[in-house]
């Protein structure tokens, strides 16, 4: 049963860095390809970045492509999220989801089906 959770939230200024964790304590995580998404206040959940199984194939969101990097250590049943050059419209819950068959490196929510209880990004100006 997969049971996602996410860790490395906080609050940091413009400009800076943080790595988000989101571990499977069911260890089910290989099997599935992986995304993140942020949700901020009166806004829908939006894509920032996917990654396959294996890891070889990466997707990111236009606004975050060059400044995010998705990777995975299957052996740690772990998905991180590097977060460089960090601006306060990167201010979100940022959630992790598990992919649907077929849908790996979908831009949209209801394409995964498995989410963690998030964890909250705030970057001040």
């Known amino acids: 049963q997969v049971q996602l959770a996410e860790s490395g939230g906080g609050l940091v200024q413009t400009g800076g860095s943080l790595r988000l964790s989101c571990t499977d304590s069911?260890?089910?995580?290989?099997?599935?390809?992986m995304g993140w998404f942020r949700q901020a206040p009166g806004k829908e959940r939006e894509f920032v970045a996917a990654?396959?199984?294996?890891?070889?194939?990466?997707y990111y969101a236009d606004s975050v492509k060059g400044r995010f990097t998705i990777s995975r250590d299957n052996a740690k049943n772990t998905v991180y999220l590097q977060m460089n050059s960090l601006k306060p419209e990167d201010t979100a819950v940022y959630y992790c989801?598990?992919?649907?068959?077929?849908?790996?490196?979908?831009?949209?929510?209801?394409?995964?089906?498995?989410w963690g209880q998030g964890t909250q990004v705030t970057v001040s100006s």
């Open positions: 989801g598990t992919a649907r068959t077929g849908y790996v490196g979908s831009l949209r929510a209801r394409d995964y089906d498995y």
């Open positions: 069911g260890r089910t995580i290989r099997s599935y390809g």
């Open positions: 990654v396959s199984r294996s890891g070889g194939n990466t």
